[in-house]
């Protein structure tokens, strides 16, 4: 594919790992890409960290927040959509470094009619105060010191860390939702438009990916499999209150029980008023 690709990254009073992602996104491969920081109710550390960017990320960088008010990861991504200008969005979550080559390796897979599914390798908590603390670039790490790391019990695996050309299996799980997460997910914006984009009507913790995803093969978009080109590095956190998942998941099995395309609560209902804040970020739609 060619023209503007939309890097969402999420985040939440997490600046160490936000300043660690962007680094690696200003030594992208591919320049032709923005990044917009859909942001949770971060506080002010987190507009000066992005602030501070704006003239070192080599790109458009815009930030787009929201009140925080609980977990509410599928509006704060329909707002990034809306504020974004690419024809293909990567959602990437603010705590995922990805590798120079990520949004290269993103847009050769790109192809109409196909959302495509990346992985992650994940670190260790010593791993990631290391990384942090001593301001790593692990996204350039050779093989060998994955290998490393995977012996010691830095990263659970090392599969995400291998290019390999997989050709037409990259389509053998067409139709199929499982491992599709929005820490590495990419979708052509005019197949969020189709579907409405995430449904807000998620909150708390988990599942409004796996809707997105089932929605769009409802909409007879098919999944491909980013596996051995798009790996990124996810930093250890302490894990979310999981509390409304069982909510989550009732509403995630009626939804692949019926055919509905688009989303209860989607970019359609964000409105005029909505409260966010947009502060840069290229030319308009």
């Given at each position: 594919m060619s023209g503007l690709i939309s890097v969402i990254t999420t985040t939440h009073d997490r600046e160490d790992a936000l300043d660690a992602v962007l680094r690696a996104l200003a030594q992208q491969s591919d320049r032709a890409f923005e990044v917009v920081i859909a942001?949770?109710?971060s506080g002010p550390a987190t507009a000066a960290l992005i602030a501070s960017w704006?003239?070192?990320l080599g790109r458009p960088l815009g930030h787009v927040w929201q009140p925080h008010d609980g977990f509410r990861a599928a509006e704060m991504r329909n707002r990034a959509i809306a504020a974004s200008h690419g024809t293909y969005c990567i959602f990437l979550d603010g705590d995922c470094?990805?590798?120079p080559d990520f949004i290269a390796a993103h847009r050769r897979l790109a192809e109409p009619g196909w959302f495509v599914a990346g992985n992650r390798i994940?670190?260790?908590q010593g791993l990631?105060?290391?990384?942090?603390r001593e301001q790593l670039a692990p996204e350039t790490w050779p093989f060998g010191a994955f290998v490393r790391e995977r012996l010691r019990g830095g990263v659970n695996r090392l599969m995400p860390a291998i290019g390999l050309p997989l050709g037409p299996l990259r389509k053998a799980k067409a139709g199929s939702f499982d491992g599709c997460r929005t820490c590495n997910l990419a979708v052509w914006r005019a197949d969020l438009d189709q579907v409405d984009g995430f449904d807000a009507s998620y909150t708390g913790w988990g599942k409004e990916d796996s809707d997105l995803a089932v929605r769009l093969l409802h909409a007879g978009v098919q999944r491909k499999d980013?596996?051995?080109a798009t790996g990124v590095l996810h930093l250890w956190h302490r894990e979310a209150d999981r509390s409304g998942l069982d909510t989550n998941e009732r509403q995630l099995a009626q939804i692949m029980r019926g055919d509905a395309i688009k989303a209860r609560q989607g970019l359609s209902c964000l409105g005029e008023g909505a409260p966010s804040d947009m502060l840069a970020g290229g030319a308009p739609r």
């Amino acid at each position: 594919m060619s023209g503007l690709i939309s890097v969402i990254t999420t985040t939440h009073d997490r600046e160490d790992a936000l300043d660690a992602v962007l680094r690696a996104l200003a030594q992208q491969s591919d320049r032709a890409f923005e990044v917009v920081i859909a942001d949770d109710g971060s506080g002010p550390a987190t507009a000066a960290l992005i602030a501070s960017w704006q003239g070192r990320l080599g790109r458009p960088l815009g930030h787009v927040w929201q009140p925080h008010d609980g977990f509410r990861a599928a509006e704060m991504r329909n707002r990034a959509i809306a504020a974004s200008h690419g024809t293909y969005c990567i959602f990437l979550d603010g705590d995922c470094i990805p590798r120079p080559d990520f949004i290269a390796a993103h847009r050769r897979l790109a192809e109409p009619g196909w959302f495509v599914a990346g992985n992650r390798i994940l670190l260790s908590q010593g791993l990631t105060e290391t990384v942090l603390r001593e301001q790593l670039a692990p996204e350039t790490w050779p093989f060998g010191a994955f290998v490393r790391e995977r012996l010691r019990g830095g990263v659970n695996r090392l599969m995400p860390a291998i290019g390999l050309p997989l050709g037409p299996l990259r389509k053998a799980k067409a139709g199929s939702f499982d491992g599709c997460r929005t820490c590495n997910l990419a979708v052509w914006r005019a197949d969020l438009d189709q579907v409405d984009g995430f449904d807000a009507s998620y909150t708390g913790w988990g599942k409004e990916d796996s809707d997105l995803a089932v929605r769009l093969l409802h909409a007879g978009v098919q999944r491909k499999d980013g596996r051995f080109a798009t790996g990124v590095l996810h930093l250890w956190h302490r894990e979310a209150d999981r509390s409304g998942l069982d909510t989550n998941e009732r509403q995630l099995a009626q939804i692949m029980r019926g055919d509905a395309i688009k989303a209860r609560q989607g970019l359609s209902c964000l409105g005029e008023g909505a409260p966010s804040d947009m502060l840069a970020g290229g030319a308009p739609r």
